[in-house]
Nanobody, 115 residues
């Protein structure tokens, strides 16, 4: 079965950086659009960034200029580089793979921004 496994979350001070990774298995990774989402307690899941199979990237306004999505098709992995982190970035971060209506989710990795 398809698996998406996120890693790289943790506790970081405001202004710090983290890089999240999401490794996919059992999909033809290169044809999938990959995305990063987050969900904070009591809030809806928020789309942060997407990377299409053709290399286009899009960002939510809340993270544009601070977060960067990238992918390595040879490693079946998508990354989210997060800089200038704020306490409001505290959430459970998920990756998503989407192709032709088929969507898969990882289990999430917790990011906590606190001093």
């Amino acid at each position: 079965q398809v698996q998406l496994v996120e890693s790289g979350g943790g506790l970081v001070q405001p202004g710090g950086s983290l890089r999240l990774s999401c490794k996919a298995s059992r999909i033809i990774f290169s044809i999938y659009a990959m995305g990063w989402y987050r969900q904070a307690p009591g809030k809806e899941r928020e789309l942060l960034a997407t990377s299409t199979s053709r290399g286009s990237k899009n960002y939510a306004e809340s993270v544009n200029g601070r977060f960067t999505i990238s992918r390595d098709n040879a490693k079946n992995t998508v990354y989210l580089q997060m800089n200038k982190l704020k306490p409001d970035d505290t959430a459970l971060y998920y990756c998503n793979a989407n192709f032709s209506g088929r969507a898969y989710w990882g289990q999430g990795t917790q990011v906590t921004v606190s001093s």
